[in-house]
């Protein structure tokens, strides 16, 4: 019996330490450029998910601090701060706030973790999301495709075996992201 006490000991003060983990601090949403969208589209930042083999043209979207567009997704920021448009060929209105980015079928969380990188969670148009991103690693699902890559260059991430990811401009900055441009970026390329 006294062997039990210590046993149930330890499993309440672990119990205590999971639920004092934090889930995460919300994503800050960057601000609203200056002034109103250029009439032309000038990048400030491209993702680009391309399978190893070249057997699929590679997804690309790109972004400025008012539109995100590439084949699966076309969305702009309009002037009362919801993002309208379309993705992966469904209309679509979100909204936005500190860590999360919800509406027609989305629901993601994005928070910082202690450790320094952002996670992902939630659905995308009905597909399951869970992915990390850092400086030096991104992995998880998106979907059903799930990857665990790492940074093989600067803005480069490779698995070395099935899929690279290129993340250009301000893509390339995932410790300081362009909110929410670059998770819908993601989303876009990394969802199948």
Not at 70 to 86: K, Q
Not at 105 to 129: E, K, T
Request: aromatic share 6%; charged share 15%; glycine share 12%.
């Amino acid at each position: 019996m006294d062997g039990i006490r210590p046993i149930a000991a330890l499993a309440l003060a672990t119990l205590a330490a999971c639920a004092t983990t934090s889930p995460g601090v919300p994503v800050p949403m960057s601000p609203v450029p200056p002034g109103p969208p250029a009439l032309d589209f000038q990048a400030t930042g491209e993702v680009v998910w391309a399978d190893i083999g070249g057997a699929t043209t590679p997804r690309r979207a790109s972004y400025d601090g008012w539109q995100v567009t590439g084949p699966p997704v076309s969305l702009i920021r309009a002037p009362d701060g919801l993002w309208r448009g379309s993705f992966q060929g469904r209309d679509a209105v979100l909204a936005v706030a500190p860590g999360k980015i919800s509406g027609s079928g989305v629901d993601i969380s994005i928070v910082r973790q202690a450790d320094g990188s952002i996670l992902v969670s939630g659905s995308w148009v009905g597909a399951p999301v869970s992915f990390s991103v850092s400086k030096d690693h991104i992995r998880g699902s998106a979907g059903a495709n799930q990857f665990d890559e790492w940074l093989a260059a600067p803005g480069m991430y490779s698995d070395n075996t099935v899929g690279m990811l290129k993340l250009s401009g301000d893509a390339a900055r995932v410790g300081e992201p362009v909110m929410p441009q670059l998770f819908l970026a993601l989303l876009a390329v990394l969802v199948q």
